[in-house]
Protein backbone atom coordinates (compact mmCIF):
# COMPACT_ATOMS: atom_id res chain seq x y z
CA UNK A 1 0.00 0.00 0.00
CA UNK A 2 2.62 2.21 0.23
CA UNK A 3 3.83 2.00 -3.22
CA UNK A 4 0.37 4.36 -3.95
CA UNK A 5 -1.26 1.74 -5.60
CA UNK A 6 -4.03 1.47 -4.05
CA UNK A 7 -6.54 4.75 -3.02
CA UNK A 8 -3.46 6.74 -2.84
CA UNK A 9 -5.05 9.34 -4.94
CA UNK A 10 -7.90 9.69 -2.27
CA UNK A 11 -5.02 11.88 -0.32
CA UNK A 12 -5.14 14.46 -2.84
CA UNK A 13 -8.74 15.56 -1.64
CA UNK A 14 -6.35 16.79 1.56
CA UNK A 15 -5.47 19.78 -0.73
CA UNK A 16 -8.75 22.21 -1.12
CA UNK A 17 -7.69 23.19 -4.98
CA UNK A 18 -8.13 19.84 -5.85
CA UNK A 19 -11.59 19.39 -3.81
CA UNK A 20 -12.44 22.55 -5.93
CA UNK A 21 -11.50 20.86 -9.09
CA UNK A 22 -12.70 17.14 -8.12
CA UNK A 23 -15.81 17.66 -6.04
CA UNK A 24 -18.06 14.78 -7.20
CA UNK A 25 -17.23 11.43 -6.77
CA UNK A 26 -18.58 8.65 -8.95
CA UNK A 27 -18.64 5.65 -7.48
CA UNK A 28 -21.06 2.65 -9.33
CA UNK A 29 -21.94 -0.81 -8.66
CA UNK A 30 -22.59 -3.96 -10.53
CA UNK A 31 -26.46 -2.53 -10.83
CA UNK A 32 -26.16 0.80 -10.04
CA UNK A 33 -24.74 4.19 -10.63
CA UNK A 34 -24.00 6.96 -8.26
CA UNK A 35 -22.82 10.50 -7.86
CA UNK A 36 -22.13 11.74 -4.57
CA UNK A 37 -20.57 15.41 -3.70
CA UNK A 38 -17.69 15.62 -1.15
CA UNK A 39 -19.04 16.64 2.36
CA UNK A 40 -15.63 16.37 4.18
CA UNK A 41 -12.22 15.05 4.44
CA UNK A 42 -9.96 14.80 7.47
CA UNK A 43 -7.22 13.24 8.89
CA UNK A 44 -7.60 11.06 11.80
CA UNK A 45 -6.30 7.98 12.94
CA UNK A 46 -7.58 3.93 13.78
CA UNK A 47 -7.29 3.83 17.68
CA UNK A 48 -6.39 0.77 19.86
CA UNK A 49 -9.44 -0.75 21.63
CA UNK A 50 -8.31 0.44 25.04
CA UNK A 51 -8.02 4.03 24.07
CA UNK A 52 -10.46 5.68 25.73
CA UNK A 53 -12.14 9.54 24.86
CA UNK A 54 -11.77 9.29 21.13
CA UNK A 55 -14.46 9.40 17.86
CA UNK A 56 -13.65 6.11 16.04
CA UNK A 57 -15.28 7.48 12.24
CA UNK A 58 -15.79 3.97 11.74
CA UNK A 59 -17.81 2.68 14.22
CA UNK A 60 -20.40 4.68 12.67
CA UNK A 61 -21.94 2.27 10.09
CA UNK A 62 -25.51 2.73 11.27
CA UNK A 63 -26.75 6.54 10.47
CA UNK A 64 -30.34 5.79 10.73
CA UNK A 65 -31.12 7.58 14.41
CA UNK A 66 -30.98 11.57 14.30
CA UNK A 67 -28.88 11.98 17.34
CA UNK A 68 -26.31 9.42 15.77
CA UNK A 69 -26.46 11.39 13.06
CA UNK A 70 -26.36 14.34 14.10
CA UNK A 71 -22.99 12.93 16.33
CA UNK A 72 -21.42 11.64 13.18
CA UNK A 73 -22.15 15.16 11.04
CA UNK A 74 -20.65 17.03 14.21
CA UNK A 75 -17.52 15.34 14.25
CA UNK A 76 -16.56 15.13 10.80
CA UNK A 77 -17.49 18.99 10.95
CA UNK A 78 -14.67 19.04 13.51
CA UNK A 79 -12.46 17.52 12.09
CA UNK A 80 -12.85 18.70 8.26
CA UNK A 81 -9.54 20.39 6.63
CA UNK A 82 -11.53 23.11 4.84
CA UNK A 83 -15.35 24.06 4.16
CA UNK A 84 -17.39 22.09 1.22
CA UNK A 85 -20.35 23.81 1.79
CA UNK A 86 -21.89 20.56 1.54
CA UNK A 87 -24.35 19.43 4.10
CA UNK A 88 -26.12 16.39 5.08
CA UNK A 89 -29.55 15.48 7.11
CA UNK A 90 -30.55 12.20 8.22
CA UNK A 91 -31.74 9.87 5.66
CA UNK A 92 -28.99 11.15 3.13
CA UNK A 93 -26.75 8.23 2.18
CA UNK A 94 -23.17 8.70 2.97
CA UNK A 95 -19.62 6.89 1.63
CA UNK A 96 -17.10 6.88 3.28
CA UNK A 97 -13.86 6.19 1.52
CA UNK A 98 -10.56 5.95 3.58
CA UNK A 99 -6.57 5.28 3.45
CA UNK A 100 -3.74 4.86 5.31
CA UNK A 101 -1.98 8.15 5.98
CA UNK A 102 1.28 8.56 7.64
CA UNK A 103 0.87 11.70 9.57
CA UNK A 104 1.09 9.43 12.91
CA UNK A 105 0.84 6.00 13.96
CA UNK A 106 -2.66 4.40 12.42
CA UNK A 107 -2.95 7.38 10.08
CA UNK A 108 -5.76 7.58 7.92
CA UNK A 109 -7.43 10.38 5.64
CA UNK A 110 -11.12 9.94 4.76
CA UNK A 111 -13.52 11.36 2.76
CA UNK A 112 -16.91 11.30 3.15
CA UNK A 113 -19.50 12.39 0.55
CA UNK A 114 -23.16 12.78 0.32
CA UNK A 115 -25.34 10.73 -2.74
CA UNK A 116 -26.70 13.69 -4.74
CA UNK A 117 -28.15 11.55 -7.73
Not at 16 to 41: N, R, S
Not at 61 to 78: M, P, W
Request: hydrophobic share 35%.
Amino acid sequence: MKNGTMFATLLDYADEEFWEAHPTIHFDTLDKEGEYKVLAAFYTQAYKVDDGNVVRYYDYTDLTEKTVFAEYIGYISDAELYDTGITAECGDQLLTLTTCSYHTSYGRFVVVAKRTD
